[in-house]
């Protein structure tokens, strides 16, 4: 059974940081890219980061880059998102993915349930 279990959301100033782990059992981990989406109220799911099997190669939107870091362990089967500077704009329900490629868009073979993030001003 896979199994994608986020956490780490929360409630944080503009400026500060969190960090989101998401723990991955049920699949061949190392086999797969991970990647971050988030959801806003209203808004549709859109990607945030996403990493490839070996950690070798990381993509990020344009509204992350320079504040955001994805990265994965292997060993514990653990992908995190380290973000830093937060902005109002960044709340969100964070989710996990995995699939067989890193890609921008949002097909991906597993889903989390979601960590909540947010960021007052």
């Known amino acids: 059974q896979v199994q994608l279990g986020e956490s780490g959301g929360g409630l944080v100033q503009a400026g500060g940081s969190l960090k989101l782990s998401c723990a991955a059992s049920?699949?061949?981990?190392?086999?797969?890219?991970m990647a971050w989406f988030r959801q806003a109220p209203g808004k549709e799911r859109e990607f945030v980061a996403a990493?490839?099997?070996?950690?070798?190669?990381?993509f990020y939107s344009d509204s992350v880059k320079g504040r955001f870091t994805i990265s994965r362990d292997n060993t514990g089967n653990t992908v995190s998102l380290q973000m830093n500077s937060l902005k109002p704009e960044d709340t969100a329900v964070y989710y996990c993915?995995?699939?067989?490629?890193?890609?921008?868009?949002?097909?991906?073979?597993?889903w989390g349930q979601g960590t909540q993030v947010t960021v007052s001003s």
């Open positions: 993915a995995a699939g067989r490629v890193a890609v921008t868009t949002r097909n991906y073979d597993y």
């Open positions: 049920g699949f061949s981990f190392r086999d797969y890219a």
């Open positions: 990493i490839n099997w070996s950690g070798g190669r990381t």
